[in-house]
C-alpha cells in the first residue's frame, strides 16, 4: 500500500454486502436455483459467488455440479432470468432500514469532507438498489456494469471508477464484501479496504469486522 491517507481523494464502492444487506438475497436466490438443478450448495461456492457477474455466477454454480454442458445458451439465459426475477421480488421490498449500519453517516462525513463517491458495483440491479434505499444522491457516478468487458477480479470496473471521478487510481479507496473485489481493487492500484471476515478477505490493506466499524478515523488510523 504506497498510498497515503493524505493522496486518498475518493471511494469507490462496492453495494451488495457493503451498502446494504442484498448479498444474503442473491445467495438466497442463487442457493433456490442451485438446488432446483441439484447442485449442491456450500459455503465455498457461496463465497466464490459474491461480485461476480449474473452470468458468470450461473456458469460456476453449474461448474460446482459438474453440470456446465447440459444446457443451451438460451437455457442459461432463461435460468439467469428466473434468478433475476427472485431477486428483483426481494429488493422491491427494501427500504432504507437495509442500509447497514454506519454507511449512511459514512458517506455524509465522507460528503461532509470533499471526498468525491462512485458506485462500482456488477449488479445490473444496482440503480434500483439505491433508489429503494434512498441513496440515489450520495453516488453522482455509478459505473454501468454493462459496458464493461470482464468481471471481478478484473480491475477494470474499479479503474473505470476512478476514471469517472477524474482521479488517479492511488487516489482512491475501494470497498469491498468479497475476495474478488478486494483482488480487484488490488490490481488497479487502489486502497482496499474490506468488510468482513479475516480469511475471506486476507489480502484487504485494511479490513473491518463490520461495516458499523468502517469510519474516515478507522482508515485513516489503519493506513497511517
Ligand atoms: C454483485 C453481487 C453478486 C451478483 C452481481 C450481479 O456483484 O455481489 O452476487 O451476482 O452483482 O448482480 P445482478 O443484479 O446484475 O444479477
Ligand atoms: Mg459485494
Known sequence: MATTFDQIKGFVFDLDGVITDTSLYHTKAW????????VTWTKTLEDGLK????????????KAGNIQD???QDEKVALATEKNTNYVNEIKKMTPANILPGIKAFLDDLRANGYLIALAS?????????????L?????????????????????????GAELLGLAPE????????????????????VSVGVGDATTLADADVRFDDTAQMTLANIKAAMG
Open 31 to 38: 442457493r433456490q436455483l442451485a438446488e432446483k438443478l441439484g
Open 51 to 62: 461480485g461476480i457477474s449474473r452470468m458468470d455466477s450461473l456458469e460456476m454454480i453449474l
Open 70 to 72: 447440459k444446457y443451451t
Open 122 to 134: 456488477a449488479s445490473k440491479n444496482g440503480p434500483t438498489v439505491l433508489t429503494q434505499l434512498k
Open 136 to 160: 440515489t444522491d450520495y453516488f453522482p457516478k455509478v459505473v454501468d456494469p454493462a459496458s464493461l468487458s470482464k468481471g471481478k477480479p478484473d480491475p477494470e470496473i474499479y479503474i473505470r
Open 171 to 190: 487516489a482512491c479507496v475501494g470497498v469491498e464484501d468479497a475476495a474478488a473485489g478486494i483482488e480487484a481493487i488490488n490490481a488497479a492500484n487502489e
